[in-house]
């Protein structure tokens, strides 16, 4: 709105020269008008800030869950690198060396494993004598036994593995049946 058009309103029926606003008045509303704009062009930049700045969150937050899935498993590689290496050493030297010397190497790379699988929160399920959990285990056979407590694990064909508490494999197991009564 131009200042004639606020004049004309504001003096209504007093001729067209006339404001029917005393001066200071008028020139008090052109300055609250000048501040209300001048707050309205500050808004506006907050406004446009934020959302380049929210823009900007966004776009790293994407970037940071890419990095993430892309390295997710170095930690863990760089875990087991040693027992690779331990077996390039024994494949490489494995013909010269006699049955004691690889049965000790194997077992020194085991643990290597062992240890990296440990520190990633991967434990073992080795259920021997325990009662048959067929959430954890999967039966491969049942077998009668007098001296075994029917459906507990009689004997572990292949150990499982569970990550932070969710199964990974299911511990393979044979399976404890009483005495046949037939």
């Known amino acids: 709105m131009t200042d004639a058009e606020m004049g ?8 067209a020269g006339q404001t029917g606003a005393p001066p200071d008045e008028l020139s008090q509303l052109r300055a609250e008008l ?4 001048e707050q309205l062009v500050q808004g506006r930049e907050q406004v446009l800030r934020a ?8 776009k790293r937050a994407a970037r940071d869950v890419e990095q993430a899935h892309r390295y997710a498993l170095e930690k863990f590689v760089q875990e087991l690198l040693p027992a690779v290496d331990s077996l390039e050493m024994a494949v490489a030297t ?4 006699d049955a004691a010397s690889l049965a000790a190497g194997q077992k020194a790379t085991l643990k290597l494993l062992q240890k990296a699988l440990e520190r990633f929160a991967v434990t073992i399920i080795d259920p021997q004598g325990e009662p048959f959990d ?3 285990h999967e039966a491969m056979a049942m077998q009668e036994s007098p001296t075994a407590e029917p459906h507990s694990v009689l004997q572990v064909v292949q150990r499982g593995y569970e990550l932070n508490g969710r199964l990974l494999r299911p511990a393979r197991v044979i399976v404890a049946r009483g005495p046949d009564n037939t």
């Open 8 to 15: 004309q309103q504001a003096g209504g029926q007093h001729g």
């Open 134 to 136: 067929p959430a954890r």
């Open 94 to 97: 494995g013909s010269k060396a």
């Open 51 to 58: 959302a380049a700045e929210i823009d900007n969150i966004r």
């Open 34 to 37: 000048d501040a209300a704009r």
